[in-house]
């Protein structure tokens, strides 16, 4: 009796799809407990070096840990703060912005109204319908913003313990998969673990490098306009920018409102010629350079994964979508039975086939395709003279 049972292919693919099923229902069930380890995972990943770093100029690894810890928490309290008070003037501005807003919409409607022939009265009750919609949608709309706010709040509270703990216990841990996958493959699980590093190091480097420029593209051309609250404005579109694909549709919405309720409409197509410019030099120059040459997936991989981490996370899945599908590339690469995938999810393309007359390559091969009689008797054969 075979030991291995071979199982038809129908078999194969029916598990694998209830597998597929059954791991996305755990991930979706059990994201407020999975959120916050992989951000504090990422997180104790990028801080390593600075606590290895104390560690061996022979400070105790709790204080180590507790240093590194506090002083990121304090340039994230300074960064908070300077935000905080850039939209305390946004907010003091909101009243007058309102209003601006809406003798705006007073006027379009009054356009629309001349120019298509439309009543006002029938204008005005569509658009009451509509505010009608808007406060009827507006409680489910409030329940699943402050049942987003309470994940938020709850990551925000337990990653910095959960970054503690496993920078802790990262010798403990490391030795944990040493002994889960045997001892003849600890070298293989080291190299793993130090590419897996790599990858988020120069992922999250990227990342913050491509923050910082495109804050201060997006500060210097709203300044450059005339636009309000260009600084603030700035860093939100370097934040929503982060969020791959979708933050930018957003970022350059949001530029072109303020615009248009600060300034003339004609703002609204400069606004959105600096952010097509911006985004040029960004997804053809910064992107390629800085971020995506780090993680090695290619376009079509980078948006499905971000779609499918909005469907399954939401707002936190998007930002997680990028450095887990790199991890998930590197572990395919590591496996021969996965190899395909993992170039599959790459960024490798094939050379670009070149039609090149090799005259010498042809001479040598011709001989065997026609026969070495007809070869001779074609380069013996001499054109007629014109008489």
Same mark, same amino acid.
């Given at each position: ?8 292919f ?7 799809? &209830?597998?597929?099923?059954?791991? $996305? ?8 407990? +999975? ?8 997180? #104790?990943?990028?801080? %390593?070096?600075?606590?290895?770093y ?18 990121? *928490? ?25 209003i ?26 569509w658009?009451?319908?509509?505010? !009608?919609?808007?406060?009827?949608? %507006? ?14 709040? #709850?990551?925000i ?5 959960? @970054? ?10 490391v ?11 600890? *070298? ?16 999250? !480097? ?5 923050? #910082? ?23 939100? !579109? ?29 703002? @609204? ?8 410019f911006i985004?040029? &030099?960004?997804?053809?120059?910064i992107?390629?350079?800085i ?20 469907? *399954?996370?939401?707002?936190? !899945?998007?930002?997680? %979508?990028?450095?887990?599908?790199? $991890? ?8 021969? #039975? ?5 170039? *599959? ?16 390559? +042809? ?10 009689f ?14």
């Amino acid at each position: 009796m075979n030991a291995h049972l071979k199982l038809p292919f129908f078999v194969k693919a029916t598990l694998l799809l &209830v597998g597929f099923y059954v791991l $996305i229902s755990m991930l979706f069930i059990a994201q407020d407990i +999975i959120l916050p380890v992989i951000y504090a995972t990422i997180i #104790a990943i990028a801080i %390593s070096p600075a606590v290895n770093y104390l560690v061996k100029k022979n400070i105790n690894r709790a204080m180590s840990i507790a240093m590194v810890l506090t002083i990121a *928490l304090l340039i994230l309290s300074v960064m908070v703060a300077l935000l905080s008070s850039q939209a305390s003037l946004l907010g003091e501005a909101w009243p007058q912005l309102a209003i601006r807003f809406e003798d705006l919409l007073n006027q379009t409607v009054s356009w629309i109204s001349e120019y298509f022939n439309i009543s006002l009265r029938k204008i005005n009750a569509w658009i009451t319908h509509a505010k !009608g919609e808007l406060i009827n949608n %507006s409680g489910a709309a409030i329940g699943i913003t402050l049942t987003t706010m309470g994940g938020m709040l #709850a990551i925000i509270f337990l990653t910095p313990v959960y @970054v503690f703990m496993i920078l802790f216990y990262q010798p403990h841990l490391v030795r944990f998969l040493h002994k889960l996958f045997g001892t003849e493959n600890n *070298l293989q699980v080291n190299e793993f673990l130090t590419e897996t590093k790599a990858i988020i190091q120069s992922y999250l !480097g990227g990342l913050f490098a491509e923050f #910082a420029i495109v804050a201060i593209m997006n500060a210097a051309g709203l300044l450059a306009l005339g636009i309000e609250y260009a600084i603030l404005l700035g860093i939100i !579109g370097a934040l929503l920018n982060i969020i791959p694909y979708l933050g930018g549709m957003i970022a350059v919405v949001l530029f072109m409102a303020i615009a248009f309720v600060t300034k003339s409409p004609v703002y @609204v197509l400069y606004v959105f010629a600096l952010y097509t410019f911006i985004q040029f &030099v960004d997804n053809n120059y910064i992107v390629p350079k800085i971020v995506g040459a780090k993680v090695k997936l290619n376009a079509l991989v980078c948006l499905m994964a971000v779609i499918a981490g909005a469907a *399954l996370w939401g707002i936190p !899945g998007m930002f997680l %979508s990028i450095p887990l599908m790199a $991890i998930i590339k590197l572990l395919f690469d590591r496996v021969d #039975a996965l190899k395909p995938w993992g170039f *599959l999810l790459g960024d490798t393309m094939p050379p670009l086939l070149q039609l090149k007359l090799d005259f010498q390559g +042809i001479s040598k091969k011709m001989p065997k395709l026609i026969g070495p009689f007809k070869w001779n008797s074609l380069h013996s054969e001499k054109p007629d003279k014109p008489e």
